[in-house]
């Protein structure tokens, strides 16, 4: 992964972490009212905590050289490997699928 596609990663994951904070605030803001408790204040600050403490998690995982991707070369081989495997399953059971129907179809033939 290079700086720039990294920088880039970054940058869209704290975007949408702080889209989705800002959109909480606002309905937690709507939902508390007019009240003057501090208890009001309570789920907001934890919102903001939230996305601050996620922000610096993101920023750490993806500076750190040994996380310079987000997948395992060999996970990601693994991942393909069962994709394949699916792949296969699922045309080898659409083949004796479709057998099967011709069958049905010979014996329903036959015995008209």
């Known amino acids: 992964m290079t700086i720039s596609t990294q920088r880039d990663v970054r940058v869209t994951i704290i975007s949408r972490i702080w889209a989705y904070a800002t959109v909480m605030l606002f309905i937690s803001i709507l ?11 309570f789920l907001p600050a934890t919102i903001v905590f939230g996305a601050a403490t996620s922000t610096i998690v993101v920023l750490r ?3 750190d050289r040994r996380h310079e991707t987000l997948f395992p070369s060999e996970t990601l081989e693994e991942l393909k490997q069962r994709i394949e495997n699916l792949e296969a399953i699922a045309t080898s059971d659409a083949r004796s699928w479709d057998h099967s129907l011709k069958q049905l179809e010979q014996t329903t033939l036959d015995r008209s």
């Open 61 to 63: 995982k993806l500076r």
């Open 31 to 41: 939902l508390s009212g007019q009240g003057q408790d501090r208890k009001v204040l």
